[in-house]
């Protein structure tokens, strides 16, 4: 599924998009420091609702905007994915291409372009981009993160239809694969035979394919946004235990604060619980949802509901890190020698 779908949107077709589209861009409007992830679901509705050219309209607002985007190179990978699918075909191969020079380091650009060219039968150009893609982030990655399945997975997908022999990264991307139908046999490029055949057995084969489908599709809704942790750098917690002292039950020092989240974190994963993340919060966003909740902010059974609607907002950033990347508690030290130790340490 497209990161940018709206899963709820996707399940069910009796939603108005035109309408859900108009009521996120007045969301948009009340919480600016949003609006980026907000606008990029409006143009998702609008696209599914058939109006790409107002979709093509809300992707070129943000990437005009003044202020620096968090993920240009989604935006305009989007972007592209739309205006190929009205007719600019010229530009949209321009964009491609930037984006593929400018190698991003977010596997969600990179999943919309190659299956944008996929979808147009460009399937050595899909096959080229979902490779440098591949090679880019999950060389020397112990374990790929859940974000860059779908490029395995849709690398594997293009190689069976170009009837390429397997390869380490083909084989990676069936060991992540958990269906119990294999992706060889979910990527068979034969299977459109067996839904016009006789054969009774064939037809249930087929059936079985399509439910383990359906059952990756289900799992892809299941993680519209991740089961987040709210985090307060020093600064913002310092401000809002200044006007809401009534808080620092919840957090006694920011050390333990930050070990509470990775503890906390932990102790989630262990369980089971996947599409872990973590958003950060500021007091005057906090004291707005307070407000709209009609609450005060120093109750703390707000905490855990402005966590969640950030998260829903599109601000949560996934957890765990990998070990080189910087530590998601704003140290600068890369997570592996800073909250990614066995025993976490604290950070101002």
């Not at 949209?92 to 190698?103: D, F, N, Y």
């Not at 599709?217 to 307060?232: G, I, K, N, Q």
């Not at 989240?261 to 707005?288: D, F, H, K, M, Q």
Request: glycine fraction near 4%; charged fraction near 20%.
């Amino acid at each position: 599924m497209r990161p940018d779908t709206p899963a709820h949107a996707a399940a069910n077709a009796n939603v108005d998009h035109a309408a859900e589209a108009a009521r996120l861009e007045r969301t948009a409007g009340l919480y600016p420091e949003d609006a980026e992830a907000l606008l990029v679901q409006a143009a998702a509705h609008l696209e599914l609702s058939g109006d790409r050219p107002a979709a093509a309209a809300l992707y070129d607002r943000l990437l005009a905007s003044p202020e620096p985007l968090e993920n240009a190179a989604l935006v305009r990978a989007l972007k592209a994915a739309n205006l190929w699918e009205f007719g600019h075909e010229a530009e949209a191969r321009a964009i491609i291409e930037g984006i593929r020079t400018t190698a991003p380091r977010d596997p969600a650009p990179w999943v919309i372009i190659a299956e944008s060219l996929e979808t147009h039968d460009e399937l050595e150009q899909a096959h080229k981009t979902f490779t440098e893609a591949v090679d880019l982030l999950l060389t020397d990655v112990p374990e790929p993160p859940y974000a860059t399945h779908p490029l395995l997975y849709g690398r594997h997908r293009v190689r069976r239809m170009l009837g390429a022999a397997h390869d380490d990264w083909d084989t990676l991307a069936d060991a992540l694969h958990s269906a119990p139908v294999s992706l060889d046999e979910l990527h068979d490029p034969k299977r459109v035979w067996s839904l016009g055949s006789e054969n009774p057995a064939e037809l249930r084969a087929e059936i079985t394919r399509l439910n383990a489908e359906l059952g990756a599709y289900r799992e892809a809704l299941s993680r519209p946004f991740p089961v987040a942790v709210l985090h307060w750098p020093a600064p913002e917690l310092a401000e809002l235990l200044a006007a809401y002292p009534d808080l620092s039950t919840e957090y006694p020092t920011h050390e333990t604060h930050l070990a509470t989240i990775e503890a906390s974190l932990r102790e989630l994963s262990a369980s089971g619980t996947p599409n872990l993340g973590i958003v950060t919060g500021t007091v005057p966003s906090y004291e707005a949802f307070a407000a709209s909740e009609a609450t005060s902010p120093s109750d703390p059974t707000l905490l855990p509901q402005y966590a969640t609607t950030l998260a829903a907002r599109g601000r949560a950033v996934a957890w765990p890190p990998q070990r080189a990347e910087e530590c998601w508690c704003g140290s600068g030290t890369a997570y592996g020698e800073c909250h990614g130790t066995a025993t976490p340490t604290a950070s101002a």
